[in-house]
Structures are given as structure tokens and as C-alpha cells.
């Protein structure tokens, strides 16, 4: 690692939650890694979930399903979101299900021809993202759907306030519940729950459910999650100011005092948004406040005490916590990982060891002539 800045994932800790909360749900867990698995990357984290026992894998797109057939996985791989008709040939090469999510995609999906697609039927209980609104209107895909030799493989909602409001929750669950009976098809997967429905919803109908965020230890419910990911950094240098100097552009932070400013290797090109201006992260047992602008490369700290260049700093992990972090943000944990960027170090525990994954770029580089 030549830049120390990096996210750690426990992936044993990964799996330690799979196998929670399948526990509490006592259903098939569906392993949502999409966005490279919320930033945490997919290959690794599908091989903790599918050790732990997930049942399937879920992402958003093509292409995110098949970089994971290309890394190798040939188990069930379902994309939650909106495919063009026209990818169908590569669905079914690849052995992709995919989601049924219009009128429109059904009708184009059977006139170029879909025969052996894996289709689970999305339902809009009350999202309004994609879906089908009506009994009526789902129904009409789906026969035309099984008319076309696809195979009708799930369906599924979406519920959007599992982690605030119940009453809408029970509301959708319902308006799922008639879709599910208005079909009245022996799908083989049925599920509505996002990890946070998945711990406390329960129901007769679905068999599965969709796991998220709380593969990361972030719950609304559930607080014996284990906390698998951490981000660091390291003091790189450390200077002394005096009262009245500036630091970073715009010199938007005046020193009140002689203070010990660190300057580390993270920005905002890194995920590490320019709104932490302010917020403090953890250096040698301190929490010390980020000074100054956030640069695109660069953060200034001043320190409570001087510590040599090239100690460890935590921006999130063991003192800092996500949500902490998301909430002075005024954002969600899911945005914070999922920004970390690809030029940022992961290092994986995995079965008790440590392995760490170099920038995938600078590995081609060095592999190639240019
Ligand atoms: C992202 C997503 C999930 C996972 O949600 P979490 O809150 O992270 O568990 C489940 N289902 C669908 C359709 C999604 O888009």
C-alpha cells in the first residue's frame, strides 16, 4: 500500500450477520450487493454471504451482474432494477433473473423473444419507483410473460419506510399479499423484506428476504450486528501554527491559538465529502476536528497532542460510528459507504487473516505496457 489510507472489511464479520439475521428471519436470505456491494467490493463480500448461507445475490444492473459471473459466481443472481429488452440474449446466456418492471419492458421482452428468462414480477406497493401498480396490469404481463416461455421465477416489492413508519409498511405488506394471491402461482421466491423489514416483519407469504445495509452491522432494530467496515488514514505530517494563521483553501479556519495541525491523505475524491469540514475523527485515543476546507487529496486535523507522522487515524470504525457520522452529515449510512471510492485501499480479514486488494488500476499499469 503506498497511499495509507484504506477501508477495512471483516468479512467474517460479514458473515456473522448473514447468519444472524437468517436466524431471526428463519427465511432464504437474498444478498444484496449491489453497487459493489454498498462500496465494500462484491467478489469478496458474495464470498462471505454465500459461506454464511445466503441463497441468492441481488444487484442492480447487467453490468454489475455480470462482473460477478465473470469473477466466477454461478449461483442465482437476480437484478433488482430496470433492464432494456434488448440485454435479454445476455439475461439468458448468463443465466441472469431479472425483474419484470413495466408494461412497456414486457411487452418489448416478448416481442423480441424471452423464452427461458428468469423473471421475478415487481410489484409498486407504494415506492412508485417501478412496479406494477394494479393486479390487473401485473396480471397481463405475467400471462404474457409465461406466453413467451419465461420463467416466472419470483415476485416481489419494495417497501420504503420499514425503518420509520409501520403502518405504511403493513399497508404495502397488504397490497403485496393480493398481488401475490391475485396470481395465485407457486413462485419459487417471494419477498418483500429490506434488511430492516427482514428482522422484524413477519409473514406468511414471502420466503425470502432481501438483505442490505445490515450485512454492514447498520440497523434500525436489530443491535447485536457486528460492525465489519472501517475507514483509515495515517498523519503524514505535522506542523505547528500560530494564532491568527489560516488553513486550507479559502482560508476558512483562523487558529485561535498556537495549534499542532496533521495533514492526512484523504479528500472528497475519496468519498470524504467536503461537508466533514468541522466534524472530528479518532487519532491516538482524541477526537480531533478536521480544520479547514477538505481538499480533493488532502485533509488538515488539528491534533490535541502532537503524535509522530505515521500514526493511524479512523475516520469511521470502532470510536466513530456510521450512523454518528450520517447523522452529522445529515445524510444515511448508505451514502457514506457507498461513496467511498475505488481509489481508496480495501483491506479484507477473512477466516481470521488479513489480505489487502491494491488499486485495481494500478495493477493493470503495472501489468501493461501503456
Ligand atoms: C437496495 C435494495 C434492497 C436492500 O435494502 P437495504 O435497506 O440495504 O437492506 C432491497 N431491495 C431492493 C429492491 C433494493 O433496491
Redesign the pocket.
Known amino acids: 500500500m503506498y497511499r495509507t489510507t484504506w477501508m477495512e472489511v471483516d468479512l467474517d464479520k460479514v458473515a456473522e450477520n448473514v447468519r444472524t439475521c437468517k436466524a431471526i428471519c428463519g427465511k432464504r436470505i437474498i444478498a ?1 450487493l ?1 453497487a459493489d456491494a454498498y462500496g465494500c467490493g462484491d467478489s469478496h463480500v458474495a464470498k462471505a454471504v454465500l459461506e454464511a448461507g445466503a441463497d441468492m445475490i ?1 444487484v ?1 444492473s447487467v453490468d454489475e451482474a455480470l462482473m460477478l459471473r465473470n469473477e466466477g459466481y454461478e449461483g442465482g443472481i437476480l437484478i ?1 432494477g430496470m433492464t432494456s429488452a434488448d440485454d435479454i440474449p445476455t439475461l439468458i446466456e448468463n443465466n441472469i433473473s431479472t425483474a419484470g418492471y413495466s408494461a412497456q419492458w414486457a411487452e418489448a421482452a416478448a416481442a423480441r423473444g424471452c423464452a427461458g428468462l428468469k423473471v421475478h414480477m415487481k410489484v409498486d406497493t407504494g415506492m412508485n419507483r417501478i412496479g406494477f401498480k394494479d393486479n390487473e396490469s401485473l396480471k397481463q404481463a405475467f400471462d404474457l410473460l409465461q406466453k413467451a416461455g419465461c420463467v416466472m421465477e419470483g415476485i416481489f416489492t ?1 417497501f420504503c419506510c420499514a425503518d420509520t413508519d409501520l403502518e405504511m409498511t403493513d399497508r404495502q405488506y397488504e397490497r403485496f399479499r393480493s398481488a401475490v394471491e391475485y396470481l395465485n402461482y407457486p413462485f419459487p421466491w417471494i419477498h418483500c423484506d ?3 423489514a427482514t428482522v422484524f416483519f413477519k409473514d406468511p407469504v414471502s420466503n425470502a428476504c ?5 450485512l454492514y452491522g447498520i440497523s434500525t432494530y436489530e443491535k447485536s450486528l457486528a460492525y465489519p467496515i472501517s475507514l483509515y488514514s495515517t498523519v503524514m505530517m505535522v506542523k505547528h501554527v500560530k494564532a491568527g494563521e489560516t488553513i486550507g483553501y479559502g482560508a476558512t479556519y483562523t487558529a485561535k491559538d498556537d495549534e499542532i495541525i496533521a495533514t492526512l491523505p484523504i479528500g472528497y475524491a475519496d468519498g470524504l465529502i467536503r461537508a466533514n469540514q468541522g466534524r472530528k475523527i479518532w487519532i491516538d485515543g482524541q477526537l480531533c476536528e478536521i480544520t479547514g476546507r477538505v481538499c480533493m487529496d488532502q485533509i488538515m486535523v488539528r491534533l490535541e497532542k502532537e503524535v509522530p507522522a505515521g500514526t493511524t487515524a479512523e475516520i469511521f470504525g470502532p470510536h466513530i460510528s456510521i450512523e454518528t457520522m450520517a447523522d452529522e452529515l445529515h445524510t444515511i449510512p ?1 451514502e457514506i459507504i457507498c461513496l467511498i471510492s475505488g481509489r481508496v485501499t480495501r483491506t479484507y480479514l477473512w477466516h481470521g487473516k488479513q489480505v489487502t486488494e491494491e488499486n485495481a488500476r494500478l495493477l493493470k499499469s503495472e501489468a501493461t505496457d501503456i
Not at 210 to 214: A, C, E, F, V, W
Open positions: 444484496v449491489k441481488a442492480s433488482l419494495h429490506n434488511s430492516d432481501r438483505l442490505g445495509i445490515s448508505y
